[in-house]
C-alpha cells in the first residue's frame, strides 16, 4: 500500500461522494454512475485514497487527460501525480495491450466507451493480473445490444449509483427544464439517404439555421451562458459565420483556449462539435444547452445534456433547446427520442417556445 498524503480537497465530500468510496470498500471492481456535475473527479480521488495502491486512470480524450492530470495534481501533489508515477492518467490510445500493467488498479473514467476493442483488449492482454478495477460514468450503457456485451466484458456490474433526482435535491447539480422550437415542414426529401437527409434538413436548411442563429444572438445580447452542439464541421461554420460565435472543433487550433475562455465565462456563447464539447469537458457556467443537430443515441443524447448541469454561482437551472422537425420520418423519430430519454431519465416533457 501507499501511504498517500492528506487529502486537498476542494470542497468538503458529499454523501454521494462517499457512498462511492464505501462501495469500493466492498467491491474490488464495478461501475459507480452519477450524472454529469456531481463531482466524478472528488469521487475518483477519494476512491484512489481507499485503494491506496498504484493506479492508472484511463480517459478517451486527451484534453480529460490534461483536465483530470491538474485536479488531481492539485489533491495529491505532483510527487504523486504524473507519468511513471503511483497516480498517472493516460488516454486510452497511448495505452500498448501488449505490456502488462504494473498498476494495481485501473479506474476507467467515461466508462460507457470501454465497450470499444482498444478497451478490450487493453482488459484481455494488459490489465489480466490488475486486482482493483472500476469505471466511473454518468451513462453505463452503449445503445447497441452488442455493444452492451463488449461492455460488460470488461465491467459487468454497478456498484454504485447517484440517481439525477437525488443528485438535484442534495443540490450535487442543477435542475433541468427542457424547451422546443419548432422548425417550419419542408417539403420534397422523399427518396434521400441519410447523409442526404442530414444535409439538406439540418446543416444547409435555412429555416432550422436561422432559429438556431436568433437563439446564438439573444444570449450573446443578454450574456447567458450557452453551448451549441452540431455534428458536423461544416454545420458549425456555418452557425459560426451567421452570428460571430466561436467555434470549437477537432481541427481547430484555438479549441482549448476557447473552452477555457468559455469555462472561465470570457465569452457568453460557444459552438461546439460533439466530438469535442459532446461529453468530458468541464463547462460549469453553461446555462443553455443547444442540441442543433439530429440525433437519437440515448448515451450521446445525456452527455450532451449534462454539460449544463454543473453547478455555477447565479444559476439556478440548465435549459435544453431541442428542434422538432415534422418534414420527415427521421427527424420526426429522432426528436421523440430525445422527448423519451428526457422524460424516462429525468421526467421532464419539452414545452414549445416561441420566437
Known amino acids: 500500500k501507499i501511504n498517500y498524503p492528506v487529502f486537498k480537497l476542494p470542497v468538503k465530500p458529499y454523501k454521494a461522494q462517499l457512498g462511492a468510496v464505501e462501495a469500493c470498500k466492498t467491491n474490488s471492481r464495478g461501475i459507480v454512475v452519477a450524472p454529469t456535475g456531481t463531482g466524478k473527479s472528488i469521487m475518483l480521488a477519494m476512491m484512489i485514497k481507499e485503494i491506496s495502491r498504484p493506479t492508472m486512470v484511463v480517459v478517451p480524450t486527451l484534453e480529460l487527460k490534461r483536465q483530470l492530470t491538474e485536479s488531481l495534481v492539485s489533491i495529491f501533489g505532483s510527487k504523486y501525480v504524473g507519468p511513471n508515477r503511483q497516480i498517472t492518467v493516460d488516454n486510452i490510445d497511448s495505452l500498448d495491450p501488449s505490456i502488462k500493467s504494473h498498476y494495481d488498479c485501473v479506474i476507467i473514467d467515461e466508462f460507457h466507451h470501454s465497450g470499444a476493442d482498444s478497451y478490450r483488449k ?192 447565479g444559476k439556478s437551472s440548465c435549459k435544453i433547446i431541442l428542434f422538432k422537425d415534422l418534414t420527415h420520418k427521421w427527424t420526426i423519430g429522432h426528436y421523440r427520442e430525445q422527448c423519451k430519454i428526457l422524460k424516462t431519465e429525468y421526467g421532464v416533457i419539452p414545452a414549445e417556445l416561441g420566437t
Do not use: C
Open 122 to 313: 487493453m482488459n484481455e492482454l494488459s490489465w489480466t493480473n490488475v486486482y482493483f478495477k472500476y469505471g466511473l460514468t454518468a451513462t453505463p450503457f452503449r445503445s447497441q445490444d452488442n455493444e452492451k456485451l463488449l461492455l460488460e466484458s470488461v465491467l459487468s456490474e454497478v456498484i454504485y449509483k447517484v440517481e439525477y433526482k437525488d443528485a438535484v435535491e442534495s443540490k450535487l447539480i442543477v435542475p433541468m427544464e427542457a424547451y422546443y422550437l419548432a422548425v417550419p415542414k419542408k417539403k420534397d426529401v422523399k427518396g434521400m439517404m441519410w447523409q442526404e437527409i442530414y444535409k439538406e434538413l439540418v446543416v444547409f436548411n435555412e429555416e432550422r439555421n436561422a432559429l438556431v442563429s436568433l437563439f446564438i444572438t439573444m444570449a450573446q445580447h443578454t450574456n447567458k451562458s450557452t453551448l451549441v452542439l452540431v455534428k458536423e464541421i461544416s454545420h458549425g461554420e456555418i452557425l459560426a459565420k451567421m452570428t460571430g460565435a466561436p467555434f470549437a472543433n477537432g481541427l481547430a487550433d484555438d479549441t482549448k483556449d476557447l473552452i477555457r475562455s468559455f469555462s472561465a465565462k470570457e465569452i457568453p456563447v460557444l459552438v461546439g462539435t460533439t466530438g469535442v464539447l459532446g461529453e468530458g469537458i468541464d463547462t460549469k457556467p453553461a446555462e443553455y444547452v443547444v442540441i442543433a443537430g439530429l440525433g437519437k443515441s440515448k448515451n450521446s443524447i445525456m452527455q450532451q445534456i449534462g454539460r449544463g448541469f454543473r453547478n455555477y454561482p
